[in-house]
């Protein structure tokens, strides 16, 4: 279970983006937030954001049109 | 980002054009650039101080624009300039793009630029412009400061990333 979990599914760039950088500060060091977007171009996204801002990405996935994504508080 | 590192990136954008189309690309790009722990600066000059008021009426023209089309009952729609000339056609324009933009979960420009607010970006107003079109500081929204070029060099050639949009 990760420690917080941010619905975006519905929204589009750069929505996800800028709630995910508000939800990942709400989760305690090395603590995990999940996000659920629909947006498929928040799959090339969140990687982006995760290289760039030092977070780490330990998983993602899709199901039925919606992107799950698992990044860990590490920056 | 409030705090400065040594090694933070930053990015400039100078924003020339005002009207609900051209709004979203600066403000994207800042709020998102923001979010990714760049320190941001907005330099707002001509058409693009219309983005500062208080009072956002944010209009769409199709006139001159044959490359703008619309998504209509499945088909795409281009509006020919005899018939963007029309009165109330702007308007008309404006009605559709704002109900697209609800539509498909497309941030409000209100939205963006209060994420913006809040992401502690740098908004610089044009002097030069409130005087040429005789606007007012208090027309516009709060935390906004004024400069001129020289201000907007001085910040360029600090920035790792320079837009003009």
Known sequence: MADKVLDAKGLNCPLPILKAKKAILEVPKDGTLEVLSTDPGSVADFQAFCRTTGNTMLETGENAGVYRFIIKHTA | ?165
């Not at chain 2, 044009?126 to 907007?152: N, S």
Request: charged share 20%.
């Open chain 2, 1 to 165: 980002m409030s705090q400065t590192e040594s090694n933070q990136k930053s990015m400039s954008i100078i924003v020339t054009k005002g009207t609900l189309d051209w709004a979203y690309p600066p403000f994207i790009l800042a709020t998102t650039a923001a979010a990714m722990g760049v320190n941001v600066s907005m330099f707002f000059t001509f058409y693009g101080l219309a983005l500062l008021k208080k009072d956002l009426d944010l209009q769409i023209s199709p006139l001159g624009k044959p490359d703008m089309v619309m998504p209509l009952a499945g088909m795409h729609m281009k509006m020919p300039n005899m018939i963007g000339m029309l009165p109330g056609v702007n308007a008309m324009a404006t009605t559709m793009m704002k109900n697209l933009i609800a539509k498909k979960g497309v941030a409000s420009i209100p939205t963006l630029r209060e994420a913006a607010v809040e992401s502690d970006i740098e908004m610089i107003a044009c002097q030069m412009t409130l005087d040429l079109f005789e606007m007012k500081k208090e027309e516009m929204i709060d935390g906004i400061k004024l400069g001129g070029a020289a201000t907007y060099m001085e910040k360029a050639l600090a920035s790792d990333i320079n837009l003009y949009i």
